[in-house]
């Protein structure tokens, strides 16, 4: 993924971990490998999340300045 360092990507990951949405294998291997997989609770956000990627396809995102990007909405 671009834009994003590893402390991120493992610090998402344990969070999702923590909620038992995803689990962690590790293998004692050199060197060493990890697989993450959906727990059931995991699969079950899959219609939602396609529900959501879906509406994304149809409306998309609104251009925005600067400030109301960082939620200073001007009026």
Do not use: C, F, Q
């Amino acid at each position: 993924m671009n834009g994003i360092n590893a402390k991120t990507i493992t610090t998402h990951l344990r969070k999702l971990e923590e909620h038992a949405i995803i689990e962690r294998k590790v293998y004692a291997e050199v060197p060493p490998r990890v697989e993450y997989s959906l727990t059931e609770r995991g699969k079950a956000l899959l219609p939602v999340l396609g529900a959501m990627s879906e509406w994304s396809k149809k409306n998309p995102l609104l251009k925005m300045t600067d400030s109301e990007a960082n939620g200073k909405t001007e009026i």
